[in-house]
């Protein structure tokens, strides 16, 4: 160990000097005493000098810093006109700082290698000193200029070529690109099925450079069951909903994705969705989708809804997509004198944006993501008596929004916040029960019953405070704020319920396993633990 030494410092030219005492071993002395040396020089002080006496066995650093030089100009000798834009060209008197001269050079660096040459080299030509101020001259040597010659993957597994070649964003012939080749890995774990063997790497030759990745395929579909335990608030009886869905991912080695839902989540009433998904077809940055879904009520109605879509996605983060709508719901028990559900025939044309900018797509710590669309179309009412002799048919104009928005803010270490906004409304005339949007329970707001509150317009605010334990594994309080309106022919309904709760995500080996623990509150309704909500999940991965 080394033996211990007091020091000081006593500023020659500061007559306010503090005689501050430390007490340090002599290693630390040393590295104090390197360390106020280089300080002073990056300030401009480039004659400073300490020279050292000792009194008493208390060292003591006699500073002298002498005259400060500033920076003139920082040149560079026959430089890209567009570097203009990065101010390389400096014409101000800034104080000599050696880090400000290291970072213009790098700046400089980074420029070339993001617009096609790799092997920029930057030296420094010369200095000029004018008193104390000087004039810095860089020459920089831009080397041979290097397009992407060739992408090639190293698997044993059947890798979709076209979708990973638009995913990644890689186009033969353009040139050399090198925040491209740092983030390719970053992207390949980005896309659900697959990950990396080892990291990408860059071979130059005669006709340009060559990304070489390594992907294989990892287990992304997935089964998904959830049970629900709802209270009945009115009879006190326990009611069950059931959720089941079917996720296929690259199934067709297009990169496709495939999508089927089942879903009970109140008495005789049942919902089914199918879905496929396509990206980058034919290697281009478009791709279809279509679903359909189907829902029956009990025996009020049964609704029939189509989408066809068509998506442009210029980068991997974010999509357009256009698409058109049909809703057709038929109600079971016509009725001239009911009108609440009536047969309706409606056709939406609109317009989608999604951004996904999350670092982990089930389990995420950072990131945002981000889904608006807007529709406008027209729908048909028509109104039948019980013997179907009389119809009566009118025709509306509607449009259609919807916002759905989600940030996770890092807080500590393994730890995150998550704020959600979901908002939807439905403008028209005379809107039916039947074309009105079903919310409540796990997927839009927890702590409500399923699907119990139909509304015309609604907005939830959710806070979640997350513990992240592994990628797949959070431990999360949470409360959803919102409020909801149910405009109808008849009357107007309106409500700012509330709820709030925790749940667990675990992974195990076999899948993960899912919990939530909800109450809820609507109207003037008092909350009671006999009525919360229980959900109860396991998905398995393959």
Not at 110 to 125: I, K, N, S, T
Not at 153 to 182: C, T
Not at 504 to 528: E, V
């Amino acid at each position: 160990m080394s033996a211990s030494c007091q020091w000081r410092i006593i500023d020659k030219c500061s007559e306010t000097s503090k005689d501050t005492i430390y007490q340090q071993s002599k290693s630390d002395c040393i590295a104090s005493f390197l360390e106020i040396y280089q300080q002073e020089v990056n300030a401009g002080y480039l004659n400073c000098q300490l020279d050292t006496m000792t009194i008493d066995s208390c060292i003591s650093f006699c500073l002298s810093k002498g005259q400060r030089y500033s920076v003139r100009t920082i040149t560079l000798i026959h430089p890209d006109n567009r570097l203009e834009r990065l101010h390389f060209n400096q014409r101000k008197n800034l104080p000599f700082h050696s880090g400000s001269i290291v970072n213009k050079s790098k700046s400089a660096l980074h420029f070339y290698r993001e617009h096609g040459y790799p092997f920029v080299a930057l030296q420094l030509d010369s200095i000029q000193w004018q008193d104390s101020l000087t004039n810095i001259y860089w020459r920089i040597d831009k080397g041979p200029s290097i397009n992407m010659d060739s992408l090639f993957i190293r698997s044993e597994q059947r890798m979709p070529y076209s979708y990973l070649r638009k995913a990644l964003g890689y186009e033969k012939g353009k040139p050399y690109k090198e925040s491209f080749i740092q983030v390719a890995d970053q992207q390949i774990r980005r896309i659900r099925f697959l990950d990396i063997a080892q990291s990408s790497e860059v071979k130059f030759n005669s006709s340009g450079a060559q990304l070489i990745i390594y992907p294989f395929r990892k287990p992304a579909n997935s089964f998904q069951g959830i049970m629900g335990i709802r209270p009945d608030e009115i009879t006190g009886k326990i009611n069950l909903t059931g959720d089941v869905e079917l996720r296929l991912f690259n199934s067709l080695n297009t990169g496709e994705e495939l999508y089927l839902n089942w879903r009970k989540m109140q008495t005789q009433t049942q919902d089914l969705e199918a879905r496929a998904q396509f990206s980058y077809l034919m290697g281009t940055s478009f791709g279809p989708d279509g679903s359909v879904k189907i829902y029956r009520r009990d025996s009020t109605f049964t609704s029939v809804q189509l989408i066809g879509g068509l998506s442009w996605k210029p980068n991997f983060n974010s999509a357009v997509r256009a698409f058109a709508e049909r809703l057709i719901s038929s109600t079971i028990k016509p009725n001239f004198q009911f009108t609440e559900n009536a047969n309706v025939d409606a056709l939406y044309f609109g317009l989608e944006h999604i951004f996904n900018l999350l670092d982990n797509i089930d389990n995420p710590r950072k990131g945002i993501f981000t889904r608006g669309k807007i529709a406008r179309g027209r729908r048909k009412r028509t109104l039948e008596n019980i013997n179907e002799t009389a119809t009566i048919s009118q025709s509306f104009d509607a449009i259609k929004g919807e916002i759905d928005c989600k940030f996770f803010v890092p807080t500590f270490k393994h730890q995150c916040v998550m704020i959600g906004i979901n908002a939807n409304t439905l403008q028209t005339d005379s809107i039916l029960k039947n074309e009105m949007t079903r919310i409540g329970g796990l997927r839009t707001f927890r702590g409500i019953d399923e699907e119990s509150i139909l509304a015309t317009s609604y907005s939830i605010l959710s806070l979640e405070y997350r513990y992240l334990l592994d990628t797949q594994t959070a431990v999360y309080i949470f409360s959803d704020l919102g409020w909801w309106e149910e405009k109808g022919k008849f009357d107007l309904v309106q409500d700012t319920p509330y709820s709030f709760g925790a749940g667990i995500n675990l992974r195990t080996p076999s899948g993960i396993f899912t919990f939530n623990y909800a109450l809820g509150k609507q109207f003037d309704n008092p909350i009671l633990l006999k009525n919360a909500k229980i959900s109860l999940g396991f998905r398995s991965v393959f």
